[in-house]
């Protein structure tokens, strides 16, 4: 099998690897550069566990080949925070208890900064389709949804 | 405890809704889980080959195929099992010796240095069936003449408490017994009569069954497991493999959700015997979301038939009950989901004639294990929706009667237990108050239909009487606390409790306490399981206990270095003071290094460390014929759920618009985790009763993914959760509390049927309320009119 | 049981430079040969062991595959392998498709939709492909790529079964070109899925009317269904009935009476075929009546 030499940029730092065909944007994340913030749900695109920004736009890492990031800016739940600051998503849902076993937030985190990066002030429908396809067992979505709504209130 | 009789005045910062501690690093990536640990270049791929079949022979194993290809290391088959295994009946191998009881049952295991070439290599085990005819439904496993699944059920170990019948598929047979039943129907005014279903469905935890086990050159195990139970996970694997406890070590980071398939053992099993094939390497055996479908702990199906009588008057008289439960190939677990079922058969009433029959049938089914709410979801399921019917056919409003009827503090209960304080009374009053019961509320549009319904329920922890708890507290040098726990952090937030609670107790800010984890059963104290919902209530109190030694430990040291009486001293904020003499000192200034004694003395004191445990020591067995005793449980968490929705006749889908979810908690340490819980549970609760169902075919699940078996997302919520916290304190619970973890979805389902009933006049007597179910429901009813 | 690879089997991953490079590889290769777009289906398909190519070959970034234009005169030109999104959210989509959009929109996740394209959605010939029936009633037409050069490929004969279209071998699908609609037309899609979010079709219904003077009702109206046939269809006997005769309820009625005829859906894991024939009538029923609605506040 064939491997492909790419380059791309993860939370802002510079990376080079070389990758099999059958790899996935997942596995090059958690196994080869050990960033395991993004978590594995399903390996079908149903769960959203493994979502992270491929220039800008959120995607299911699972179903992304790693010889397709070449050239790209990747962005996983460790690149929120800038420069030691919170993202104010994290902050609301550190206040609004929108976490409990934290599996699934890694990756509502990320769909949810995607949402308020396209639509600032958005309804909680707007809210609650933005993350159908983020499951999570544990909170029933309530309190994510609060604090999704809370973090564009304060211009998140 | 003292908090509760001395006043209602809490500590800060009990009863306050502190942020989760471990939230920054959940939101951060940091939080780390099984399969986020690196274990470098040494570390090896477990994968298991599985039976195709519900039932077999198994003729012949080999894998000399699968060792022939390059980068496997071994192969285990069931000559590598040494001895059985479960928790409360040892009837499984870890790998299947002589037969296969499930599709999916573990047959041999691969172990290769990646993922992909040990499944390559599982393809290539040959396995040679003599297939069997199965077990599908646990009405005809009970049939004489059925295929014995079990031949050897009378070899089995088994806990005192549970009831095997040999030569049977009945793993456990509960029995209630309670006036007289058949005297008591000629006294009822009314008789309702109704089978109820339940069928299979899973926990669904978005953390997939992941484990990592090495076995070290002198044999002893380390586990990283995602375990709800590392010390049952230890204790557990030491019988089965005839090891010492203190030779495996499990050590369990955060949980990515449990929800009771995590409590046990079942995959790390695997990982273990893999593991003692290629000594100093670790292997990691993690499932996909498929293997999680086909081979994890999945819900047991029930099948009830239930008879209630009640008076004119809305009194009941008598109940009659039998549970049939579809417990699957293995009943090591769900034995005791039988039992609590019996000795719960009531629900929350009051009933002085009962018969109760609760048996746990092996069939060829996946295997049935503990799931939130052990046993009370399924049966409350019947409960409260014959209870409606008996209402209705009283022509009685549904509130009224639950409140005639409900149990209530000093009553006797179904197993002759004296009910401690309860609100129940309160939770339904408040619950129906919440969604404007009574009042006639349109629907949305000509096509839909409302209504409302509500269910109560009840549910102790199901354990074995002496199930344990243990803590240390450990105060470090600038006076910040180690709290080591073994209860488990998996989503329900007992990391932030059992800092509050050692907070409050030591008398230091919360941000002081950082809990020892992860749980480490080399390190860390024992804890029997996380499970029950007992961690707030059982570890809580061993919590107080080992704060109250410690800060015992530093009055008596500051007292005797001030030369004053330790009852006038006190902590508060991190420094003892005096009342008496007004003096402070900074705990920093002697947790560790102690005091100097007056006059060049020498010194007084030394490193603090404060140690507590707690055990019920009151529970008594009940009777084998009649389930009578004189305490069965430690205490019953009760509660009610009131439901507002709408239904779409044209689709059969049903829409929810309220839900109001009411609790006795006893006391709610952190009021929004308590609410969290109950939302959480409602979910849960409505995607249950709605969207899942494991659909067995010939024993083979036909929807073992994501694609296919469905659970509520973020656009299936109710419109609006109201959840409301009541608060009765339990008497040997820290501050009153007891736990609400898994209480919120038993009532769920069957509040949800009622109101269904209420808007269309149909009944729905097996879960889930697909939209399907719903719509053919409605057609039939028009057809009959 | 049928137990998924734990990772992805082996392939090559080669990027195509030209169309006539796929073109090549397609004929050389006609069963090792894969092509690649948003990846959201096949390397599932891959995963469960369903599909086993040799290579796959990534046709995203060729010319024109993500393009969309619109020209007023024209139509709508989709590159194949435009994602869900980028139809969904494009100005002159939704200005001047808006079914295609609200199809589009119906399709699993936000996440999911970036890389799902609409070429790969047809290209599948999943008789529960979201965008089908919106196609259909659009009365799009295929442009398949291949060794005789280019050729056009009406949607009507587009799906042959479940998983099989009209491709010829060594052809590929570059584009969606979309005709301009009838003056006046409004559409809806709607969908029923086991729970409200993401779901497959259950059932699928697409229908779109405009007036239309020369047919006895002054309506035309177009309905397709996915999901409870072989392949997306046409249901062209309701399509009759609401030409033919004055729109009343009795007409709407009568119409998603025959949508439901028209219907050959299957028991499966998903809904028995009962339930989808007469959720066929219901949701036609319903599309009927507010496309009905919206033709009737206009005229």
Known sequence: MATHKISFNVNGIRETAEVPSNMTLLTLLRERLAITGTKRGCDTGECGACTVLMNAEPVNSCLVLAVEIDGTDIVTVEGLAQDGQLDPLQEAFIQHTGVQCGFCTPGILIAARALLDRNSKPSRREIKDALRGNLCRCTGYTRIIDAIQEAAEVGG | MDAVSKSHVFPSPIGESVTRVDALEKVTGEAKFTDDLQFGAGLLYGQVVRSPHPHAIIKRVDVSRALALPGVRAAVTGEDSDDHIGLYLKDRYIFCRDRVRFVGDPVAGVIAVSESIADEACRLVEVEYEVLEPVLDPLQGVQEGAPLLHPDLGEYVVADFIDPKPGTNIANHFKVRKGDVEAAWSKCDVIVECDFRVPHVQHVPLETHVAVARVDQTGKIILWSSSQSPFAQRNLIAEALNMSQSDIRVIAPYVGGGFGSKAGVSVEGTAVVMARKVPGHPVKMRLTREEEFYCAFVRQGLIARTKVGAKSDGEILAMKTEYYWDAGAYTEYGVNITRASGYSSTGPYRIPNVHADSYCVYTNHPVGGPMRGFGMPEIHWGIEQIMDMVADELGMDKVAFRLKNCLRGGDKNVTGMTMHPIGLAECIEKASKAINWGEKAPASAPHKRRGKGLAIMWKAPAMPPNAGSSAWVRFNEDATVSLGIGGQEIGQGSFTVATQMAAATLGVPLDWIHISAPVDTKYSPYEWQTVASRLTWSMGNAIVQAAEDARRQILDIVAAYWDEDPNDLDVKDGQVISFKSENAIPLKDMVVYGLPLPDDQGWHGGPIIGHGNFMPTYITSLDNETGQGQRAVVHYTTGCQAVDLEVDTETGQIHLLRVASAFDVGKAINPDQVRAQMEGGVVQGASTAILECLQLKDGVPQNPSFTDYRIATSVDIPDEIIPIIVEVPQDDGPWGARGVGEHPMVPTAPAIANAVAAALGVRILEMPMTPEKVFLAIQEKLGEA | ?299
């Open chain 3, 1 to 299: 049981m049928n137990l998924p690879h734990p990772g992805l089997p082996s392939f090559d991953y080669i990027r195509a430079q030209t169309l006539e490079q796929v073109v090549d590889l397609l004929l050389k290769h006609p069963t090792d040969v894969r092509l690649f777009m948003g990846g959201t289906d096949i390397l599932v398909q891959m995963r469960d062991g369903l599909l086993e190519p040799k290579t796959l070959v990534d046709v995203k970034h060729l010319p024109g595959m993500t393009t969309i234009e619109f020209d007023p005169d024209v139509g709508l030109r989709l590159g194949a392998a435009t994602s869900m999104n980028a139809v969904a959210q494009h100005q002159a989509v939704v200005e001047n498709y808006p079914l295609l959009a609200e199809a589009a929109n119906t399709v699993a996740s936000y996440q999911l939709r970036n890389r799902a394209t609409v070429g790969g959605n047809l290209c599948n010939a999943s008789p529960a492909a979201d965008t089908a029936p919106a196609i259909l009633v659009l009365e799009a037409s295929l442009i398949a790529f291949g060794p005789s050069g280019e050729r056009s490929i009406p949607a009507e004969k587009f799906f042959l079964g479940p998983g099989e279209s009209a491709f010829n071998q060594g052809e590929l699908l570059t584009r969606i070109d979309i005709p301009l609609l009838p003056k006046g037309c409004h559409g809806r899609y709607l969908k029923l899925g086991r729970n409200a979010g993401g779901d497959l079709a259950l059932v699928g219904v697409a229908v779109l009317g405009y007036p239309d003077e020369t047919v006895d009702s002054d309506y035309r109206f177009r309905v397709a269904l996915a999901s409870v046939a072989p392949t997306p269809i046409r249901a062209l006997k309701a399509e009759e009935i609401l030409a033919g005769k004055s729109i009343t309820d009795e007409t709407l009625q009568q119409a998603s009476d025959a949508a439901m005829d028209a219907a050959e859906p299957i028991d499966d894991v998903r809904a028995s075929a009962r339930y989808r024939k007469a959720m066929v009538r219901a949701l036609t029923r319903r599309a009927l009546s507010e496309v009905w609605a919206m033709l009737r506040e206009e005229n």
